[in-house]
């Protein structure tokens, strides 16, 4: 789609902030005002428009896809969302960990321990870890803690927040890095774990290597995202 404005400007409305091209009010794909809760996320959002150039590239605006899918999906049905995010604390990744003597065990338990030691007494928990695939529950207590924080989350927050946790098949992880609890870096390092593992073991492979950036791109992008979502 080629580039159809001049000008990109936000403009403080009666609940946040309108994104306006040329001076006319954006709509979202299902036709509802595209207005942002929060000063700064309507800035990144009119970054993303002002940095377009002759061609529209749709891909290179994820706080723009974040802020529609808020507005279109998430609004009129909060609670299903809510409810398909906590259900990664069923069987987080970091809970599950490979056979005991492994030397990938070993790495697991230095790289994902701390996390999951961190939500344990952030949230008043104790988290089964399981060595192999077989899923193992999760208390109904534990399950109920870590689903709290993501209820109380707004719209824009869990439309990002989804994009966290399930890039990492972790909610402990997610929460983790949204309270600030551990840098991206060390979030992000944990979640490719095992990735990083066999390229330790095997060498790199330029697909997976893509699919690896691409993926860091979208992390990236949720968390900004998110953390401009709570204010």
Sequence with gaps: MKRFYKTVATQAVADGHALLLDGRPVKTPMRQPLVLPTHAMALAVATEWEQQGAEINIASMPHTGFANAAIDQVLPQKQRFVDEIAAYGESDTLCYRA????????????????????????????????????????????????????????????????????????????????????????????????????EELWGADGEALA?????????????HFCCSAAG
């Excluded at 927050?157 to 399930?166: C, D, G, I, R, Y």
């Excluded at 997610?174 to 774990?193: G, M, P, Q, V």
């Excluded at 699919?211 to 968390?223: P, V």
């Design 211 to 223: 699919t690896r950036a691409h993926r860091r791109a979208a992390f990236d992008a949720a968390y």
């Design 99 to 198: 056979d005991p003597g492994d030397p990938l065990a070993d790495r697991q338990d230095r790289e994902w321990e701390p996390v999951l030691q961190w939500a344990e007494n952030r949230f008043d928990i104790r988290l089964v870890r399981v060595a192999g695939i077989i899923h193992q529950p999760q208390s109904t207590h534990s399950l109920s803690r870590l689903k709290a924080p993501v209820a109380s989350m707004n719209a824009y927050e869990l439309a990002a927040f989804s994009t966290l946790t399930s890039i990492g098949g972790s909610l402990v992880s997610a929460l983790a890095l949204i309270e600030k609890a551990f840098d991206s870096e060390t979030i992000w390092r944990a979640i490719c774990l095992e990735e990083l593992w066999q």
